[in-house]
C-alpha cells in the first residue's frame, strides 16, 4: 500500500516536472519578445563564480543572496566595498557608480573578463580591478570550513575531556570516517613515525575536498557552490600539497632530485636534475587539473542534460521539451548518483597521492 | 578562457580560509581524536593480554583444584579399605580369641569333672572298703552256725547297706 502511493506520488512529481517547462515555454511566446535560451550563459553561470547566491525567481523579481563586493581600482585606486545587489541588477549598457569609479558585471557571454566586476574608466576603457570579492564560491569554502569546524571540533572536544569513555555514536561516526581515511590512504603511503606529522593536513584536505565536492552537488541554497571545480580552489590544494612534500623533504628526496643514480654525463650536463625538478611541479599541477576537471565536468554534464530540455523545446516546441524532460530527469538523477561516487573517488584519489608524493619525500633508503 | 585561470581574490580567500580551518584540527581537532582513539587501542589490547593471562592462571588452578580432589578421593578409598581389613582382621582375632577361651573352659571343665569323679570314685571305694569291713566285723561277732542263716544275715546287712549307700 505505501509503496503503491510511493510510486502515485513519484509519477504525479514527473509529470508535473514534465509539464513544468511547456507551461513556461507557453509563457514565454505569450510575451511580446522572445527571448531566446542561452545554454552558455546558463551552464557557466551555473557553473561558475558569481558575486551574488541566486536562490530562485519569484513574480520575475530574482530572490538572492547580495553577497559584498570588495575590490581595489587600478593603477592606485582606491578601495571599494559595496553590495553586489547594485551591479547585479544592473540592465544593460547601465553602470554602478560607487564613490566616483564606475562598475559593471560583464555577461558570461562577452569575451573579455565574461562574468567579472569591470571597471569604467573615464575614457571609456575597461579594467579589471584586484578583485577579492566574498563571491559565491568565496561563501561555498566558508560553509564547508565551518561545517568541518562544527562536525569535528565536539569529538575532539569530548576526546580531550575523557578520552577512555564509551564512544557515542556521533564519535563512532567521527571515528569511522576519521580511520577510513588514515588506515586506508595516510598510513600505507607515510613512513609511520611520520603520520602523527602529516595526517592533521592529509585528513583537514580530504574531508574538505569530500564536504566541498558534496556540498556542490546538493542544489539549493545554501549549497550548490561549485567549490572543487574551481581552479583558484585546487589551485591552492595543490601548492599546499606541494608545500607538504618540498618543504618537508629529507635529504634523500633532495639527493635523488639533484644527484639521482644515473650515469655522470646525464647529471653533469644537468639533463636528470632538471627533469626531476619540473616532476615535482608537473605533481601537483596533475592533481590540481584532476580535482578540477572532474568535479567541473560533472556540474556541466548535469547542467547540459537540464539545458537540453530548453533546447530540444526550443528547436521543436514544447511537446519535445517537454519529452525530454523526462529523459533528462532520469540522466540528471543517474548523473547524480554518479557524481556522488566521483565526490568520494576525487578526495580519494586527491589524499591518496597527495600522501604518497609526501612519503615518497620522507622515504630512508634501506642500508645496504 | 577565462575558467582556467585563478581568480586571485577566491585564491587568497580559499588560503585564508583553509589555513585557519587547517590550522584550528591540526591543534584541537585531529591529534585529540587520533589520541584518544590510540588511547583505547593500547588499553583494550592491554586488557585482552591481561584477561587472557587470568584465563591461564585460572585454567591452572582448576586443573590444581581437581588433582587435590583426585588425591583426595584416592587417600579416601584408601583408608576405607584399611579399615574394612582392620575390621576384619579383628573380628578374626576376637573369633580366635573366644574361641581359645571356649576351649580353655572346656578343658578346664573337664578337669573338674575328672578330678571329681575320680574323688567320687575314691570316696566309694572307702565306703566300700568301709562297709566290707563293717560287714566283715559283723560276721566275725556272729557265730556263723546256721548257713542259711549265714547266708540271709549277709543279705540283710547288704539291703541295709545299700539304704545307707542311698541315703
Redesign the interface.
Known amino acids: 500500500m505505501r509503496n503503491v502511493l510511493k510510486y502515485f506520488i513519484f509519477s504525479l512529481l514527473l509529470s508535473w516536472m514534465a509539464f513544468a517547462p511547456i507551461q513556461s515555454c507557453a509563457q514565454d511566446t505569450e510575451e511580446p519578445k522572445e527571448e531566446k535560451f542561452d545554454a552558455k550563459s546558463f551552464i557557466?553561470g551555473h557553473t561558475?563564480?558569481s558575486y551574488c547566491y541566486h536562490i530562485t525567481e519569484m513574480k520575475g523579481e530574482p530572490i538572492c543572496v547580495w553577497l559584498p563586493v570588495?575590490v581595489k581600482c587600478k593603477d592606485g585606486g582606491s578601495w571599494h566595498c559595496f553590495s553586489s545587489k547594485h551591479v547585479c541588477e544592473l540592465k544593460e549598457g547601465e553602470t554602478f557608480e560607487h564613490k566616483g569609479a564606475h562598475f559593471y558585471v560583464s555577461p558570461i557571454s562577452a569575451d573579455k573578463?565574461?562574468?567579472?566586476l569591470v571597471e569604467v574608466k573615464a575614457d571609456g576603457g575597461l579594467s579589471r580591478p584586484?578583485?577579492?570579492?566574498?563571491?559565491k564560491?568565496?561563501f561555498g569554502?566558508?560553509l564547508v570550513?565551518i561545517f568541518?569546524?562544527a562536525f569535528?571540533?565536539p569529538?575532539?572536544?569530548k576526546?580531550?575531556k575523557d578520552?577512555?569513555a564509551k564512544p557515542t555514536k556521533y564519535q563512532g561516526l567521527?571515528?569511522w570516517l576519521?580511520?577510513t581515511v588514515?588506515d586506508g590512504i595516510i598510513k600505507p603511503n607515510v613512513p609511520e613515525k611520520k603520520v602523527?606529522k602529516f595526517?592533521?593536513?592529509l585528513?583537514?584536505v580530504f574531508f574538505?575536498i569530500f564536504f566541498a565536492n558534496l556540498f556542490g552537488l546538493i542544489p539549493f541554497f545554501p549549497f550548490g557552490a561549485n567549490v572543487t571545480g574551481?581552479?583558484?580552489?585546487t589551485?591552492?590544494?595543490a601548492l599546499?600539497t606541494y608545500f607538504f612534500v618540498n618543504v618537508f623533504g629529507n635529504k634523500h628526496y633532495w639527493k635523488d632530485i639533484f644527484w639521482p643514480d644515473v650515469p655522470i654525463f646525464l647529471k653533469a650536463f644537468p639533463l636528470m636534475p632538471i627533469i626531476e625538478l619540473i616532476s615535482t611541479i608537473t605533481k601537483p599541477f596533475a592533481l590540481m587539473v584532476r580535482l578540477f576537471a572532474n568535479i567541473?565536468a560533472g556540474h556541466i554534464v548535469i547542467m547540459v542534460l537540464m539545458a537540453l530540455i530548453f533546447i530540444i523545446g526550443g528547436m521543436y516546441g514544447a511537446g519535445m521539451g517537454g519529452v525530454m524532460s523526462i529523459v533528462s530527469i532520469f540522466m540528471t538523477i543517474f548523473m547524480t548518483a554518479l557524481e556522488l561516487l566521483v565526490a568520494y573517488i576525487q578526495a580519494y584519489v586527491f589524499t591518496i597521492l597527495s600522501s604518497l608524493f609526501i612519503g615518497m619525500a620522507q622515504h630512508e633508503p634501506e642500508h645496504e | 578562457m577565462d575558467l582556467f585561470l585563478p581568480e586571485s581574490g577566491l585564491v587568497i580567500w580559499m588560503l585564508i580560509a583553509f589555513l585557519i580551518v587547517f590550522a584550528i584540527l591540526a591543534k584541537v581537532g585531529w591529534p585529540m581524536i587520533m589520541g584518544a582513539v590510540e588511547q583505547r587501542n593500547t588499553h583494550i589490547s592491554d586488557s585482552l593480554m591481561a584477561a587472557d593471562k587470568a584465563n591461564k592462571a585460572l585454567a591452572g588452578i582448576e586443573q590444581k583444584r581437581q588433582e587435590t580432589m583426585a588425591a583426595a578421593q584416592a587417600e579416601q578409598i584408601k583408608i576405607m579399605k584399611e579399615s574394612q581389613e582392620l575390621k576384619t582382621q579383628l573380628i578374626e582375632e576376637a573369633k580366635a580369641q573366644a574361641r581359645q577361651e571356649a576351649e580353655k573352659i572346656v578343658a578346664d571343665a573337664r578337669f573338674k569333672i575328672e578330678k571329681e569323679q575320680a574323688e567320687a570314685l575314691a570316696q566309694i571305694k572307702n565306703e566300700v572298703i568301709a562297709l566290707s569291713v563293717d560287714i566283715a566285723e559283723k560276721l566275725l561277732q556272729r557265730e556263723l552256725s546256721d548257713k542259711q542263716a549265714q547266708s540271709d544275715y549277709i543279705e540283710q546287712l547288704l539291703k541295709n547297706n545299700q539304704t545307707r549307700i542311698e541315703a
Open positions: 557557466f561558475g563564480d570588495i573578463y565574461p562574468g567579472k584586484f578583485d577579492i570579492s566574498f563571491t564560491n568565496a569554502i566558508f570550513c568541518l569546524l569535528f571540533l569529538a575532539a572536544r576526546y580531550k578520552p577512555m567521527v571515528e576519521t580511520y588514515l602523527k595526517a592533521p593536513y585528513l583537514t574538505f574551481n581552479l583558484s580552489i589551485v591552492v590544494l599546499l567541473l
